[in-house]
């Protein structure tokens, strides 16, 4: 791996069959786009390779297995696993929460027991969490935010308590784009014996990720916002947790043995993959691993982090303007126009050929403490580049002279 940062920008929309040309797709957060490579190896494993995994004798099975499980491999070197049995193939971001609030929290939370959220967090990141305290009658905290919107951890530090046994928390804010010192969230977490889980789905398209150095004890995303398949994604966690967790759904695949009378259950990850698995969305996202790799996380950072001062600089030059969440904030920017609701700023900028997202983003806590119904919010990805952000300002400045 080369220690010399290239920070020559991205020239990537070529690869990106489903941007025409003149579109500016600013809405990455939502969802990427999906380049050839990732297309391509879809298309290969619809149309010449498939079969089904874990039960064929036959070749073909065989070898889809094979491959399958190698994407299982690839991704736990992707985000620095101990080893790919740390790694278990869910729906997305959204179930593998479920999964951690439906198994480990039923197991291991007593009445009483508390966990600690943030004001900033994605609604997947805090129903599970409601749905869980229906069960059990754990306490839920909500940790607020620094003036520029990041999870205020001295705050957090202040709230954390013996009762605390779960922190969850986001990596990089949906909404805001700012990031989250993950470090020191898990030593915190760790100080008072709780476990951190933190949402990636916004942190593993657009920084290097290494849960080993990061010290988290769960960690998941969603394929299709790392420019894989959608119905796709990912939980990771340490492998005593996983090793002590009971299954999250019944079926076929988890099993060791049943009777009518008892059934044993598969190790990890098995035992958490009920069903057929999404065999053609794992090969998709072993493909879009391989993508991400070969231009390198840092580059793809450093690229967002140029396009969003670009963004910021340029808004902030409109009088009506306002903007969210720190100036370093990882690929995403979140704006509001002064007496203009967002979805009009999202209309008329989409007469210009430009996507972005208005709305509560799923993050209605979040809105709440904003004291707004809803953001504009710009989100870059590999693809955009200076012309993207000219297209957004442009539209902008024509939203203000309509609205007067
Ligand atoms: C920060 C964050 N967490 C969780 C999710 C949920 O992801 P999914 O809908 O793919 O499960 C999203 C998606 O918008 C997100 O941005």
Redesign the pocket.
Known sequence: MSTILDTRPLDLVADFPAIPEGWAYLDT??TSQKPKPVIDAITRAYGETYATVHRGVYQRSADMTLAYEAARARIATFIGAGSSDEIVFV???????NLVAQSWGVSFLRPGDRILLSQL??H??IVPWQLLRDRVAIEIDVCPLTADGRIDLDAAEAMLTPQHKLVSL?H???VLGSVLDVRRAADLAHAVGAKLLV?G??AVPRLPVDVAALGADFY?F?G??LYGP?GI?VLWARPELLDAMPPYQGGGSMIDRVTFARTTYAPPPGRFEAGTPHIIGVVGLHAAVDYVESIGLDRIHAHETALVRRAREALSQINSVRLFGPEDSAGIVSFAVEGVHPHDIATILDEGNVAIRAGH??AQPLMDALGVPATARASFGVYNGPQDIEALVKGVERVTRIFG
């Open positions: 957060a939502a729906r997305g971001a959204t179930e593998a929460i967090e994605h997947s990141n986001g990089v804010s949906n949402d789905c916004q998941v969603s299709h916002k959608t994604g983003h799923c």
